[in-house]
């Protein structure tokens, strides 16, 4: 099992840490179970930078939880707290039950957006996919939040760099807004992404997924995150994405939506109202840093 040496910023000391990985969304991982980390928000950003850090997408604590199993406290690339990770909330189940945490392999993770359920896949000791319940999807602009004068934005005109865009707002714990392109590969996404992250409009910023749907059941997308900047994959971003084409039209209620990083199958059971998300996680490797 790996634990972290007691982190404080400031302190000189060695840290060990466990990086892990969503089909290219990567966090560094500390059990706090054993170990307090101090003022989190400024060592995310030290060893989130890929230069001077370990480099990643941002740090995530797993901790215990009053009302679930294991509590997931995430912190983006710049040091502010996130809400949610879809491909986070995926690794701290492989990193409970791979390191173990836990033997079961349905369990309980408490995040800032909720609690989440989440269903292991098990091959030879160690788990290869997640299916996770993210919940029904937020469509009240208020509650995303977006400024938008109606009962949901969907396929609506929003202005960003001097031309007009449709765009689908959703939050699926995370704010999203999702806006179709016609050339995803080769989208100035540096360059139109911190617009709609900081337009007046989102006034929590927002994430942003750049889309083409390539059929009914296939969805190809680039995300641009709030505090991160384009990272490789965004689960809740992916789930926003089917949310949003299916209340356009353009897709069935299942989809795979294909990103930088890798796929990811999304179904949103009308029955249930509720989001599922499947996916891989894995470890990339185990190392210590000094800070």
Not at 68 to 76: E, G, H, I
Not at 222 to 250: D, M, P
Not at 253 to 265: D, P, Q, S, Y
Request: with cysteine; proline share 4%.
């Amino acid at each position: 099992m790996i634990y972290a040496d007691k982190l404080q910023t400031g302190e000189a000391g060695r840290v060990k840490f466990t990086k892990m990985q969503g089909i290219g969304n990567d966090y560094v991982y500390v059990n706090c179970f054993r170990e307090t980390v101090e003022n989190p928000g400024a060592v995310a950003a030290k060893i989130s930078d890929r230069h001077f850090g370990i480099g990643s997408d941002g740090l995530i604590l797993i901790r215990p939880s009053k009302i679930a199993d294991f509590w997931m406290d995430m912190y983006n690339s710049d040091g502010s707290q996130g809400a949610m990770c879809g491909n986070g909330i995926r690794c701290v189940a492989k990193y409970v039950y791979d390191y173990g945490l836990t033997d079961r392999t349905k369990i309980r993770v408490e995040t800032k957006s909720g609690v989440k359920e989440l269903e292991m896949t098990v091959e030879n000791g160690k788990v290869s996919l997640v299916k996770v319940d993210m919940g029904a999807p937020v469509l009240r602009p208020e509650k995303i939040p977006v400024v938008f004068d109606g009962d949901k934005m969907v396929d609506q005109e929003i202005a960003v760099g001097g031309r007009t865009w449709r765009a689908t707002c959703v939050s699926m714990g995370n704010p999203h807004c999702v806006v179709p392109v016609e050339d995803v590969d080769g989208f100035p996404i540096e360059e139109i992404g911190p617009l709609f992250e900081h337009h007046e409009c989102f006034p929590d910023r927002v994430n942003t997924e750049f889309i083409r749907v390539i059929d009914r059941n296939t969805v190809q997308m680039r995300v641009w995150e709030r505090g991160s900047g384009e990272t490789w994959a965004c689960g809740t971003g992916a789930c926003a994405v089917a949310v949003a084409c299916i209340l356009n039209g353009w897709t069935s209620r299942e989809v795979t939506v294909k990103l930088r990083g890798g796929n990811l199958r999304i179904c949103w059971d009308e029955e249930k109202d509720t989001v599922f998300m499947t996916g891989p996680a894995e470890t990339v490797f185990e190392g210590e840093i000094e800070l």
